[in-house]
């Protein structure tokens, strides 16, 4: 009985949102005149675009379809980026030893709760 109600809410809910949203202006229009209106402009146009081509490209890639293409910006040249560079900053050992605990406790923790 109380599933019913839960959902009965729900559903009066929804209708009362989307009444709202199709009849009460907001400025020059509803709130879903806006999101369309948000949805036909040029930049949410290219934004799907770029995305449909970028799953695109990782379909491909998971498929062994093809190499996924390196654009000219992504090249780098080995000259300019070693393929291993030095840690950004140095630890003491003080630092290692208790970042060395922390690992180890979780490791435990996880170990534990398997």
């Known amino acids: 009985m109380f599933k019913l109600i839960k959902l009965f809410i729900g559903v009066v809910g929804l209708g009362v949102f989307v009444w ?6 907001l ?3 509803t709130l879903f005149g806006h999101l369309s209106a948000i949805g036909q402009s040029k930049e949410s146009q290219e934004l799907v675009k770029g995305t449909k ?3 695109g490209d990782l379909k491909k ?8 293409k390196v ?3 992504d090249k780098v ?3 300019e980026k070693p393929a291993e ?3 950004q900053e140095q630890l003491s050992k003080a630092d290692r030893k208790e970042m060395r605990h922390f690992i180890d406790t979780a490791r435990a923790k996880v170990a534990k709760s398997n």
């Open 20 to 25: 709202w949203g199709l009849t009460v202006p």
């Open 77 to 79: 040249d080995k000259k």
């Open 85 to 87: 560079a030095a840690p």
């Open 61 to 68: 890639r998971f498929a062994g379809d093809e190499v996924p």
């Open 71 to 73: 654009a000219k910006a």
């Open 53 to 55: 081509d970028k799953v």
């Open 27 to 29: 400025g020059d229009r």
